[in-house]
């Protein structure tokens, strides 16, 4: 089956910080593209949520909005799009995806 994605996702397996409303709870960067990524978590977040997270990879922290669930065992897997990113997350994205595509 063909990826038809618009841009290319690459692998990650990164502990984050996920922040809704005024509650914060951790969770696993599974991947990420420049549009978005893929987190698990056991907790619940809700479609067209959203919710803010956190990264040692990124000085700012990224606003996003979750897209879709898919279960995964006892953990949900989250489909999440970037929102409203600055210039300087968008660069540090690019960085990131392009040092892991030419390693």
Do not use: A, H
Not at 26 to 44: A, H
Not at 49 to 73: A, H, M, T, W
Not at 76 to 81: A, C, E, V
């Amino acid at each position: 089956m063909d990826d038809n994605r618009l841009f290319k996702r690459f692998k990650k397996n990164n502990l984050i910080k996920l922040c809704v409303s005024d509650k914060e709870f951790f969770g696993n960067l599974e991947d990420i593209s420049m549009m978005g990524c893929s987190i698990k978590t056991e907790n619940k977040l809700q479609i067209g949520e959203d919710i803010v997270l956190e990264s040692y990879f990124f000085s700012e922290k990224l606003p996003c909005e979750v897209l879709r669930l898919n279960q995964d065992g006892e953990e949900n897997k989250y489909g999440l799009r970037f929102n409203n990113l600055s210039e300087n997350i968008v660069k540090e994205i690019y960085d990131l995806i392009t040092v892991n595509e030419n390693s």
